[in-house]
């Protein structure tokens, strides 16, 4: 395939926004489409959110901030995917979303481009099939937040060519990302294994055995996580755990994938975490906590 100047990333949520920031900053022209103008300009308010703390931080200048700024664009016209030399999907985990978006991104993208997903917990093989090129489909699994941890699942579906794996392979330098190569299997290593600490520590607090912020000053203290469990989930969206919890146990038809009935609770009364405010903690519209909330059981 040409060189990959230009990636379009499909979805601006915590992922996308994240994704696109990092392929921003690494010197791809980025293009984040969104499906509607409102959505767009939240998640390019996000990415500079997230660059102004950075910079706060001395972790860039100014001048980085600019150039990433200036190579990223939102848009809302599924066109782009014409000028597209690779696409990084994250729409939300719904398996029917994700086909719709293969096979518009199959019929607007150049024959040689290769689709990535970033799916956690769904089958690429699936995907892929709603597609003209199942050979270059491929699953480009990143962990939250994306620009700060250099982590990248790089997933093989059924029909996925070798020449597509070595060549997102090649390109993850350029990010400056680890790449785990994995087969397809729900959840792959990252998800599998996290969901499972965090329904844990939703077990442990719904029996009362400590408060939410003590859980996660456990794990933060005592096993050196940047963040606790807890606050992992509010950051990952209660909702978005539950549906990958499910997902898992449906798959797997193994009791310990079945998600605490607090996870389920908090869902219900739209407690989402950061994307809500509100979560097992409080945080501001910019994703800060702004509170160090007890747990609720």
Known sequence: MADIQHIVVIGGGTMGQGIAELTASKGFQTTLLEKSNELAQQAYHHIEVSLDKKLSKWGITPAEKKSTLSRLEVTIDREILRQADFVIESVYEDLETKKEVFDTCDQLCRPDVILASNTSTLSLTEIAAATRRPDKVIGLHFVHPVPKIPLVEVVRGLK????????????????????????????????????????????????????????????????????GPLEMADRFGLDSVLAAMERLFREFGDSKYRPAPLLKKMVRAGHLGVKTGEGFFRYDEDGDRIDQEEGRS
């Open 160 to 227: 996925t060519s070798q020449q597509t794996v070595d060549a997102v392979v090649n390109l993850l330098p350029q990010l400056e990302l680890e790449g785990i190569e994995v087969y397809e299997s729900p959840g792959f290593v990252t998800t599998r294994l996290i969901v499972l600490l965090i329904n844990e520590a939703l077990y442990t607090l719904m029996e009362g055995v400590a408060s939410a912020e003590d859980i996660d000053r456990a794990m933060k203290i005592g096993y050196q996580f940047k963040a």
